[in-house]
T-cell receptor, first 114, second 115 residues
Framework: DGGITQSPKYLFRKEGQNVTLSCEQNLNHDAMYWYRQDPGQGLRLIYYSQIVNDFQKGDIAEGYSVSREKKESFPLTVTSAQKNPTAFYLC?????????????FGPGTRLTVL | AQSVTQLDSQVPVFEEAPVELRCNYSSSVSVYLFWYVQYPNQGLQLLLKYLSGSTLVKGINGFEAEFNKSQTSFHLRKPSVHISDTAEYFCAVSDQYNAGNMLTFGGGTRLMVKP
């Protein structure tokens, strides 16, 4: 079955540590996205990528970094510079990254900073 | 810049009753509108979207939404809800000039269906 996988499902981090969240898709989609979800705030875009080796900052990119070395993979690193990283992180993809596309979401990773 | 407001953070309703989840947006350009559903501890799934044409859009699971340009609204409706509809619902907007299919989401409405 085609889809988006995110791992791990739950992640715990100590303050001051960097941590990387995995996102893989086998839908052959060109575009991929990372969102952060906090209660009552909906989803906010962190980074997106429309093509391999290229990515753009979203609304809340500070304290995060990404790479897009392969079409199917778009890992997100939460760095120690992110002041409030505890949240639910969702990865998504779409066919071509145009404004009429449907975005398909992974199951999410819940990050907790101890 | 565009924004989306979901007027109700929670909507309790009894099973088999009708429901309407409200969504208003603001944008200076033409928009595309989406409703997504999120079941507990899962990702989002598309319910329906409005791109052009008929303002009444039918989606999955018996949901429909109506685009009202003059009122800048895109309310979601279902004539008879089931327990399984309990979830969080997000309205989102994309404008025709943005690059990269960036969506702006509302804060979400939690639908709680009671037996």
């Amino acid at each position: 079955d085609g889809g988006i996988t995110q791992s791990p499902k739950y992640l715990f981090r100590k303050e001051g540590q960097n941590v990387t969240l995995s996102c893989e898709q086998n839908l052959n989609h060109d575009a991929m996205y990372w969102y952060r979800q906090d209660p009552g705030q909906g989803l906010r875009l962190i980074y997106y990528s429309q093509i391999v080796n290229d990515f753009q900052k979203g609304d809340i990119a500070e304290g995060y970094s990404v790479s897009r070395e392969k079409k199917e993979s778009f890992p997100l690193t939460v760095t120690s510079a992110q002041k409030n990283p505890t949240a639910f992180y969702l990865c998504a993809s779409s066919i071509a990254g145009v404004d009429t596309d449907t975005q398909y979401f992974g199951p999410g990773t819940r990050l907790t900073v101890l | 810049a565009q924004s989306v407001t979901q007027l109700d953070s929670q909507v309790p309703v009894f099973e088999e009753a009708p429901v309407e989840l409200r969504c208003n947006y603001s944008s200076s350009v033409s928009v595309y509108l989406f409703w997504y559903v999120q079941y507990p501890n899962q990702g989002l799934q598309l319910l329906l979207k409005y791109l052009s044409g008929s303002t009444l859009v039918k989606g999955i699971n018996g949901f429909e939404a109506e685009f009202n340009k003059s009122q800048t609204s895109f309310h979601l409706r279902k004539p008879s809800v089931h327990i399984s509809d309990t979830a969080e619902y997000f309205c989102a907007v994309s404008d025709q000039y943005n690059a990269g299919n960036m969506l702006t989401f509302g804060g979400g409405t939690r639908l709680m269906v009671k037996p």
